[in-house]
């Protein structure tokens, strides 16, 4: 195998619409080690879910479809095989858990049972057998009595309870990647530092590689060695986790690094805000799908720039055809930043005509 | 329990001992009742004119329930809620239509809380429509208004909700709690739905808008870092109850409460490095059911810190410390070790 | 890749020109005109739309249009005759013009169908929508009700009435049928108000001061309209064969008055001698009643609401 467990290559899934396409991911590349831990971060319509569900084969093929690149987990491309072959990946090499536990677990079925399931259909062992390792697991996610809690239905726990019914599934076969999308949004803060230092755990002592999509720079920060920033179906920059928040090199990065309130800072003035709105998927921009909103942006950028390492860090590599850092694009940003507020303040302006229909 | 203030002008709203009881229902025509979901179980704050107060906590914490009680979405079980010396929690037919106009809310779901039926321009004009606040015309200039002050373009006024995304559907939702000028906004949860990059904006407005219109605010949120941007006090909630209570800066550098000890080390910080040196409080268990609350004091079947007292005899809610710093818990001095919050 | 140096600078940079609160996109379809492109791309549903209007023009202009306005014109020179030029449908055993007897009778039965829908879909309304906000005892009450109603034999029961109070006017056999039809649409209306009520925008209405009429007719019930409209033209349908039954059996319109039901009743004498008389008035009655519930499953596939705005 070579030197990565799964690598996507300028990975392009579209969606059929009456319009046209709509470009959800639009040439995404990004590689994850063994035991690697790796973030996809970005808002929502940024691509990140479609991401992780074409890797898994998930999305529905009309409207999706897989318009391009590969993705090559243990270097076999996921997109040339024929669907027996993934069945087989799915639950066994790859695990994944998604955001809502309660409409991913079955409520008609025990939870034992469908942890079971998935042990006898990748493992072939025998339903006793099957149980008692069920059980093994609910106990390793930490699910207290778990032998009778096998015999439970999904609505019978609590949320932070069934997300670790999802993880105990997840990993049951023990797969080489946990892909994770959003495992912990919809879930108290309290229960969110156990699901994730549960995850931490049990992908450190197995040696699973983890792939986290959130839009938390919280938790990716705690619990990430390399960031993968995502904005309009493209990658816009990646790096190592300290590297990222230490030294941004992406505006958009910067932007939302900016824009984040953080617990342990007071900050008396206004948060730096990024405008405006992700742009429509279906019509992009031309060049780099964040100049719109770009208080550095030039026209270069009508020519969307490559994902390049930086000049001097190889682990670092950004989409943009500037350095950030340097004073002069600095003040060229600020001027920028006041002629698109001037313009703003002026569409505001402007009075209407129009009648109220109460 | 608290000072009385009520003279003092400077206070718009004194919450005492508030309780909202929902009762749970058995039988199938004669409906007996079998127990009580307690969603408030005795709550009790100030909040000065001009001030805002974050009031945090997790599902079942109740405070959700407390937003829709004093705007009489729901009727206070027991308790007073006195608004600028008045007592919401009794108060009916005119009389509350009437205080009604002081107290706004902005909700928590922008795609849910526009009417999908009604036009942005109906939606901001509603209360002023059914406050008689002017004439058609004058409703409809101040409409347009509100749109340019939540930033918002004026021919937007005929469009629907469906049509904006979920930062712009809040700006309008502002806009009509603005409409007819209250003094105080509840904002239950108004950035948890929308995008991380359109969080800052709407919260910049909120700011904004406050010192544009002298609003008092009591803003909810479960995000710990959101509230310690925006709030000068703090509430704790915890099953219903207020485990402590304090200015922003306190309750962050020296909690009183476990509870709030240990939300506090559950925040995750977007700063690699400090994230590696922090210890990491982990509660045990479950929230307990909101049927079933436990005896004595709420949170002793998952604090590190209980002890046979806990289980017992529930703390009272009380200053500790300097007389601005409340909490309630028996052991609130031991709270703040040394270990960085 | 090396930066992009920024020597030349004026030259290369980009005014703001691009808003910072863009102009919306072109005004999107309203919600009624997505619900009607939805409806005429179902095939079969604009089928059955298009017969109705058809018949509708051939019940009340038709007969204008060709010269058969008589229904009750008897004509014992051309007994059973065949369809013809001058009878297109034929005649009936005393010389009746078909055609006539068709087009007048299918003006009662659309007419009591419609009239009786639109009583019994503003009753069930009003009904539900009370049951459905208040709940409690009202709810209770108004419900028993609607199920004393349900469990009452409907035939039997408009049997007895038809013949007690009424004098098979055109008029009291629609109040007859409205008795019985408003009860599904209270059902319905009850569950969309129940669910409906809980939801935000109607609390937020309320914080901004609405009062209990306004929120249940300015707020929720226009979020209910979809599936009242689907049951509306469905009750079309079940109305038009409530009809005709009480008038095969004699107990709804009253000669003079053709109705297709009594067209049948009247015919069937003559099942084996001359079908037509039956046939054609069952044909009528069977595609419209047809038509009706196909525009109705296209209607409830039009306003899912998944398909709708986000």
Not at chain 2, 300 to 306: I, V
Not at chain 3, 167 to 183: A, H, P
Not at chain 3, 195 to 208: G, P, S, W
Not at chain 3, 272 to 296: A, E, H, Q, W, Y
Request: charged fraction near 20%; charge should be neutral.
């Amino acid at each position: 195998m070579g030197k990565y467990l799964l690598e996507v290559q300028d990975l392009k899934t579209y969606f059929k619409v009456k319009q046209g396409y709509v470009r959800a991911v639009d040439g995404v590349s990004f590689a994850i080690a063994p035991g690697e831990r790796v973030a996809i971060v970005g808002e929502s319509g940024c691509g990140k879910s479609v991401t992780a569900l074409s890797i898994m084969r998930l999305v529905a093929q009309p409207p999706g479809e897989y318009k391009g690149g590969s993705i090559l987990f243990e270097d076999m491309d996921l997109l040339d095989q024929p669907e027996s072959v993934i069945c087989k990946i799915r639950g066994a090499k790859i695990g994944m858990i998604f955001q809502d536990p309660m409409t991913c677990l079955n409520p008609t079925m025990t939870v034992g049972k469908q942890i079971a399931e998935g042990l006898r259909l990748h493992l072939k062992i025998r339903p006793d057998e099957a149980r008692k390792r069920a059980i093994t697991l609910l106990e390793q996610v930490g699910i207290p009595a778990a032998a009778e809690r096998y015999h439970s239905y999904p609505h019978q726990f609590s949320g932070g309870m069934r997300q670790r019914v999802m993880i105990a599934i997840a990993l049951a076969c023990n797969p080489k990647l946990l892909i994770a999308d959003e495992p912990t949004t919809a879930l108290d803060v309290t229960v969110q530092a156990q699901i994730l230092e549960l995850m931490n755990g049990i992908c450190r002592e197995f040696g699973t590689a983890l792939m986290l999509i959130t839009h938390d720079l919280g938790v990716v920060a705690g619990m990430t060695d390399r960031v993968v920033v995502m904005y309009a179906g493209k990658v816009v920059e990646e790096a190592p986790t300290e590297e990222l928040f230490a030294n941004p090199r992406h505006p958009y990065t910067l932007g939302l690094l900016e824009s984040v309130p953080r617990l342990d800072q007071v900050r008396d003035e206004e948060l730096r805000t990024i405008e405006g709105a992700p742009p429509d998927l279906l019509a992009p921009p031309p060049g780099c799908p964040f100049m719109p909103r770009c208080a550095f942006a030039r026209k270069q950028c009508l020519t969307m720039p490559p994902l390049d390492p930086l000049p001097k860090n190889e682990q670092h590599r950004k989409a943009c055809w500037f350095d950030i850092t340097d004073p002069k694009v600095q003040e060229y940003a600020e001027r920028r930043r006041a002629a698109m507020e001037a313009l703003k303040a002026k569409a505001l302006e402007t009075t209407g005509n129009k009648t109220v229909t109460s | 329990m608290m000072a009385d203030t009520l003279v003092e002008k400077q206070t718009l709203l004194q919450v005492e001992n508030l309780k909202l009881y929902f009762p749970l229902y058995r039988g199938l025509i004669l409906q007996r009742v079998t127990g009580h979901v307690r969603a408030i179980d005795g709550v009790s704050f100030s909040i000065e004119r001009g001030q805002t107060l974050g009031l945090v906590g997790e599902s079942g914490s109740g405070k959700t329930s407390v937003a829709r009680a004093l705007v009489r979405l729901y009727k206070p079980t027991e308790g007073r809620i006195y608004f600028d010396g008045k007592d919401l929690a009794t108060l009916e037919g005119e009389a509350l239509r009437n205080m009604r106009q002081r107290i706004q809310m902005i909700f928590q779901d922008p795609y849910a809380s526009l009417n999908p039926r009604f036009t942005i321009a109906s939606l901001i004009a509603e209360p002023m429509v059914i406050y008689r606040y002017g004439s058609k015309q004058e409703i409809q200039d101040r409409v347009l208004e509100l749109l340019r002050v939540v930033g918002l373009r004026p021919e937007y006024a005929d469009r629907y909700p469906h049509e904006f995304s979920g930062g712009q559907r809040q700006r309008i939702a502002i806009a009509r709690a603005l409409a007819i000028q209250p003094e105080f906004v509840i904002a239950d949860e108004p950035v948890s739905a929308l995008d991380v990059s359109v969080r800052a904006q709407v919260l910049n407005l909120l700011r904004q808008l406050q010192r544009q219109f002298s609003l008092t605010y009591l803003f909810i949120s479960h995000d710990l870092s959101v509230v310690r941007h925006f709030a000068d006090r703090i509430a704790v909630m915890y099953l219903g109850k207020i485990v402590e209570l304090a200015d922003r800066d306190e309750l962050y550098a020296v909690p009183r409460h476990p509870y709030t000890k240990a939300l506090l080390s559950a925040v995750p910080i977007p700063d690699p490095k400090v994230e590696k040196r922090r210890s990491r409080i982990i509660l045990s268990g479950d929230l307990p059911s909101p049927i079933n609350i436990p005896s004595g004091c709420h949170f002793h079947t998952r604090c590190p810190m209980a002890q046979e007292i806990c289980r017992k005899e529930e703390p009272r809610f009380e200053p500790k410390g300097n007389g601005t710093h409340y909490a309630a818990c028996h052991f609130s001095d031991k709270v703040s070790g040394t270990e960085d919050a | 890749m090396m930066d992009t140096p920024i020597e030349k600078e004026r030259e290369d940079e980009l005014e703001a020109l691009l808003e910072v609160t863009p102009a919306l996109a072109q005004k999107r379809r309203s919600q009624a005109r997505i619900i009607l492109d939805r409806f005429l791309r179902n095939r079969t549903a604009t089928i059955g739309a298009s017969f109705l209007i058809l018949l509708f023009l051939f019940c009340f202009i038709g007969p204008f249009l060709t010269g058969h306005t008589n229904p009750n014109q008897p004509n014992l020179l051309a007994p059973d005759a065949a369809p013809s030029l001058a009878y297109p449908f034929g005649a009936d055993d005393v010389g009746r013009d078909l055609l006539a007897r068709a087009a007048v009778g299918g003006q009662v039965s659309l007419l009591v169908g419609l009239a009786s829908m639109l009583v019994a879909i503003l009753l069930g309304t009003a009904i539900g929508a009370i049951a459905g906000y208040y709940g409690k005892l009202l709810d209770n009450i108004l419900m028993r009700i609607t199920d004393v109603f349900l469990a009452v034999p409907t035939y039997l029961l408009l049997f007895v009435l038809s013949a007690s109070f009424t004098n098979g006017s055109v008029y009291s056999i629609i109040v007859l049928i409205s008795i019985f039809g408003w009860t599904t649409a209270a059902r319905l209306v009850r569950g969309e108000f129940l669910a409906l009520k809980e939801r935000e925008y109607v609390m937020a209405a309320r914080t901004v001061g609405a009062k209990d009429f306004r929120l249940m007719f300015r707020h929720i019930l226009p979020n209910a309209i979809g599936p009242i409209i689907v049951n509306a033209t469905l009750l079309v349908g079940q109305n038009i064969i409530l009809e005709s039954v009480l008038s095969y059996f004699g107990f709804g319109v009253q000669a003079p008055f053709p109705s297709w039901g009594s067209l049948i009743s009247d015919g069937q004498g003559q099942i084996n001698t001359d079908p037509k008389l039956v046939f054609i008035p069952g044909i009528l009655i069977f595609l419209t009643v047809l038509s009706c519930n196909l525009v109705g499953d296209g209607l409830r596939d039009a306003f899912d609401p998944h398909m709708t705005e986000r």
